[in-house]
C-alpha cells in the first residue's frame, strides 16, 4: 500500500542550523503534503507540493519532490528552539483524493 | 479561525465497553476522517467520509468501527466493543475540497481501555 517513509527517524541538531528530513513513498501521487506535531497535540499543515512542481518555499521551509526517485525532503533553514517537535510526510494518491496517507514521522529535537 | 473540536480529550474504558468519540469538523468542509496515533508511533488512516458515506476505510477499521455524521454538524467515531490494543490517541480531520486540500486536525481525543 501506498505509505511515505521519512528518514531519519531521529534528529537532533543545534540552533541555528539546517534540518533536512526525507520522505520515499511507494505509488503514483497526486501531491504530497507535510505537516508539523508537537508532542501530544494535532497535525498541523505545513506545505504541499504537486506531482508537476518540483520545488515549494514557505518561509524558513523549502520542499522538493523528485516523482522519478518517488521522494521528497523537508529543509528547515535556521532552525528555531520552537521547531522541535515530529514532521511527517503525507501521499495523496494520484486515483484516490480522499485517502491521506502518513509516513512514521521524524523527531526532530533542536538544541539550543 | 475555524477550527476541529473533538470531545472528549480523554477517556478511560473497560475492555468490552462502547466508546464514541465525537467530533465537529469546520462547518463548510467536505471531507471527513479518523486517524488513529499508538504512543509515539505512526499516524494510521482509519476511514475517510464524503457525501454521507464511508469513501475508503483502512484494514483497521473492521466491523468493531463505525462512524456517523448525524445531524450535519457532528462526526462521531464508534468503538463496539473495546480491545485493549484499541488504546491510542484518535484524531478528526477535515478538509474542504478534493485531491489539492489540506487536512485540518483536531487535537485528538485520547483513549485508554484497562
Known amino acids: 500500500s501506498q505509505q511515505g517513509e521519512e528518514d531519519p527517524q531521529a534528529l537532533s541538531i543545534q540552533e541555528g542550523e539546517n534540518a533536512t528530513m526525507n520522505c520515499s513513498y511507494k505509488?503514483?501521487?497526486?501531491?504530497l503534503q507535510w505537516y508539523r506535531q508537537n508532542s501530544g497535540r494535532g497535525l498541523v499543515h505545513l506545505i504541499l507540493?504537486?506531482?508537476?512542481?518540483r520545488e515549494k518555499h514557505s518561509g524558513r521551509l523549502r520542499v522538493t519532490l523528485d516523482t522519478s526517485k518517488k521522494s521528497s525532503s523537508l529543509l528547515i533553514t535556521a532552525s528555531r528552539a520552537a521547531d522541535t517537535a515530529s514532521y511527517f510526510c503525507?501521499?495523496?494518491?494520484?486515483?484516490?483524493?480522499?485517502?491521506?496517507?502518513f509516513g512514521k514521522g521524524t523527531r526532530l529535537h533542536i538544541l539550543p | 479561525e475555524p477550527e476541529v473540536t473533538q470531545t472528549p480529550s480523554h477517556q478511560v474504558t473497560q475492555m468490552g465497553q462502547e466508546v464514541i468519540l465525537r467530533c465537529v469538523p469546520i462547518?463548510?468542509?467536505?471531507?471527513f476522517y479518523w486517524y488513529r496515533q499508538i504512543l509515539g508511533q505512526k499516524v494510521e488512516f482509519l476511514v475517510s467520509?464524503?457525501?454521507?458515506?464511508?469513501?475508503?476505510k483502512s484494514e483497521i477499521f473492521d466491523d468493531q468501527f463505525s462512524v456517523e455524521r448525524p445531524d450535519g454538524s457532528n462526526f462521531t467515531l464508534k468503538i463496539r466493543s473495546t480491545k485493549l490494543e484499541d488504546s491510542a490517541m484518535y484524531f478528526c480531520?477535515?478538509?474542504?475540497?478534493?485531491?489539492?486540500?489540506?487536512?485540518?486536525f483536531g487535537e485528538g481525543s485520547r483513549l485508554t481501555v484497562l
Open positions: 503525507a501521499t495523496v494518491s494520484d486515483n484516490r483524493d480522499d485517502k491521506i496517507i
Open positions: 505509488t503514483s501521487i497526486n501531491n
Open positions: 480531520a477535515s478538509k474542504a475540497s478534493g485531491s489539492s486540500g489540506e487536512l485540518f
Open positions: 507540493i504537486r506531482s508537476n512542481e
Open positions: 462547518s463548510n468542509h467536505l471531507y
Open positions: 467520509f464524503y457525501n454521507n458515506e464511508i469513501s475508503e
